[in-house]
């Protein structure tokens, strides 16, 4: 992976990256040997249904796994420097400065009996040491980059105070306090109004622009993938199906997963037709069979496909996918 | 489409107004309009999509039309009966013919029950079946949503979010209604799965003709599904039209707003769109301002906006609009 792409241009490399839950009684591996990159400046897009491992991977990259679950192997290379073995306090110390992370929920994230200002304030205080007045400046500063009307009053309110947009724009200036180099948004507008996503993906672009940041960018809506994003990994899972650019994901898919989770969906544009579904359900992650992941709901699956798991395979520089059948020719395209 | 053109739902001037918790002596009490003044008829075959933003109160109209909860005024048509008013006893034979599928397949099953009690119910309350005939349907509609006959014994959490969702269509369709509201029913599901939900609905429609009341956020899907599309927008309907016209030419300024919202799954055409990006926030619906509610927002307000209360008007054929532009 390290080869195809100029080492120098990237921020965060990924390798052979293994996390499982432990109940007890099994262990169950939801992340399952994952290679990625981030470059500089890129919004990296990683898609999958519910279940597909994708926010446990980044929160494994974070260290902040809930106590049953453990990372089992990988190397994970922040800015030339690995971080997989770092104490408590030292990833800690990377969390806000070096990468920062918005959530889905924007409703419990923040603490309701705290102002909405004195989230930055700590922040501001504990991470980049400034007095308490400089910080309350700054957390003004911070909330009217992020588009929130009035901040000198809008400082000192509750979350309460504000709508489900607002707090999402609290979250990210929250995030962007410290000027990370990475930012990881995990479904940040999945809870929100189109409207309301129209905005907060505006303004995530804008700042990713104005701070140079990296961006990974975690969704099921291949809408706000093609909207937002430069390069994507279909996650499915547990495991990389597909990786590639934008463009190159959308028109020329290589996958029979990433195919057919572009066919399920309705166009907006265009003519009506009946959707093609994917058939079945995701697989469990608690007994494991042999093969690639996505073989019983494949409509090409093939003996080999239930026993064994592919190799990834290279189509440019960017793009590669792990399935038996690609590469043979497009007896894929219907 | 519909070939008779038989409406089986008319709404006239329906209300909808919750009273917020006051003190015992404060004067003038506040109510939330959450369904204000909505007028719009569906006809028997069709599917009619609601869309609008959270708040707007879609799920509320929806569950005052099968009076879930009591309308404040106005009148609902039941296949030409105004059903608006009656009690519970009077309803019960309508709500036989009515029937909803909720949007949490995790909430709306009995955990305590399995497939088969879950999807008795109804039966047992509506029919006059015997136990071994009851049976025997449900075995049928278990088939039609694509779930076997061993599940009947299986309890809800040994199904995925997609199969829960076929039991809350099952325990919908068992007494053979007429009309169904699907409210937000697929928005839990994975996109994988919301088009096998999607494709059965549609295939169910046909063969049991059956009207839908789509209510849903997901503009794409509903454009998809839907013969006839109203946008709500604060309690009131500000648009009604062909599916497909409402998409190719919108009229209401709220309309074209939300549908260029809508992210493309098209890269290219992502990024050569321009999209307008309406700013600010859906109003509170408590202090509710006179005339327009959209114009805080609206970039074409005029001054009437801000005066008179924009009535619907016909533009063409079956396109409604309720805006002072046209």
Do not use: W
Not at chain 1, 28 to 51: A, H, P
């Amino acid at each position: 992976m390290g080869n195809m792409v100029k080492e120098k241009n990237s921020l965060l490399d990924v390798k052979n990256l293994r996390t499982s839950f432990n109940n007890g009684k099994a262990k169950m591996e939801v992340v399952r040997g994952i290679d990625f990159n981030v470059q500089k400046g890129e919004i990296l897009g990683i898609v999958g249904e519910s279940g597909s491992g994708k926010s446990v991977m980044v929160k494994s990259i974070l260290g902040i796994i809930p106590n049953n679950a453990k990372v089992d192997a990988g190397e994970i290379i922040l800015d030339g420097k690995h971080i997989e073995n770092l104490s408590k306090k030292e990833k800690r110390a990377i969390r806000g400065r070096d990468i920062a992370m918005i959530f889905q929920d924007p409703m419990t994230a923040l603490n309701p009996l705290k102002k909405a200002g004195d989230h930055l304030i700590e922040l501001l205080t504990r991470v980049r040491g400034m007095s308490k007045k400089e910080a309350k400046l700054e957390a003004i500063e911070l909330l009217k980059m992020v588009g929130i009307p009035s901040p000198e009053t809008r400082v000192d309110q509750y979350p309460h105070e504000f709508s489900g947009g607002m707090r999402q724009r609290v979250l990210i200036a929250m995030a962007l306090a410290c000027s990370p180099k990475l930012l990881i948004a995990d479904e940040p507008t999945t809870a929100l109004d189109v409207t309301i996503q129209a905005q907060i993906l505006e303004l995530l672009k804008k700042l990713q622009k104005e701070n140079d940041m990296s961006v990974v960018f975690i969704t099921h809506d291949l809408g706000v993938v093609a909207t937002i994003c430069s390069r994507i990994l279909v996650m499915y899972a547990g495991m990389v199906m597909e990786e590639g650019l934008v463009n190159e994901i959308f028109y020329s898919p290589k996958h029979p997963y990433t195919k057919a989770l572009l066919n399920s969906i309705p166009r907006v544009d265009g003519e009506k037709m009946r959707l093609k579904p994917i058939k079945g359900s995701a697989p469990s992650l608690q007994n494991i069979k042999n093969g690639c992941p996505f073989a019983e709901r494949c409509e090409f699956a093939m003996d080999k496909c239930f026993k064994e798991v592919p190799e990834y395979k290279r189509f440019s520089a960017t793009q590669k996918c792990m399935c038996f059948l690609t590469g043979e020719g497009d007896n894929l395209d219907d | 489409m519909t070939e008779t053109k038989e409406k089986l739902i008319e709404v006239n001037n329906l209300k909808k107004y919750f009273p917020l918790k006051t003190s015992l002596f404060s004067k003038n009490k506040q109510v939330v309009k959450a369904v204000d003044d909505v007028s719009f008829h569906i006809f028997k075959g069709e599917t009619f999509g609601l869309v609008g933003e959270s708040g707007c109160g879609k799920s509320t109209l929806g569950r005052t039309l099968n009076r879930l909860y009591d309308p404040t005024s106005g009148e609902i048509q039941f296949d030409g009966k105004d059903i608006a008013n009656l009690n519970n006893k009077e309803l019960q034979p309508y709500r036989k013919r009515m029937q909803m599928i909720f949007q949490d397949p995790y909430s709306s099953l009995n955990p305590y029950m399995n497939v088969e009690e879950i999807i008795d119910e109804p039966l047992e309350i509506h029919t006059t079946l015997l136990k071994s005939e009851r049976k025997e349907v449900i075995t049928d509609i278990l088939e039609k949503v694509g779930l076997k006959k061993e599940d009947m014994e299986k309890f809800p959490h040994e199904f995925s979010g997609g199969q829960r969702q076929r039991i809350g269509i099952a325990r919908a369709l068992a007494i053979n209604p007429e009309f169904i509201i699907c409210d937000e029913a697929i928005s839990a599901l994975d996109v994988s799965i919301q088009a096998q939900v999607i494709n059965m609905l549609e295939d169910l429609q046909s063969e049991m003709k059956l009207t839908y009341l789509f209510v849903a956020h997901d503009l794409s899907m509903v454009r998809h599904i839907s013969d006839r599309i109203g946008v709500m927008y604060l309690g009131k309907i500000v648009e009604i039209s062909k599916s497909d016209e409402l998409y190719h030419k919108p009229l209401h300024p709220y309309t074209q707003a939300l549908l260029s919202a809508i992210p493309i799954p098209d890269p290219i055409k992502a990024q050569n769109s321009k999209r307008e990006i309406i700013t600010g926030e859906l109003p509170s619906p408590i202090e509710m301002e006179t005339g327009c509610r959209f114009r805080s927002r609206c970039p074409f307000a005029k001054p009437i906006c801000a005066e008179v209360d924009p009535q619907m008007k016909q533009v063409d054929g079956e396109h409604f609009v309720a805006c002072h532009l046209y």
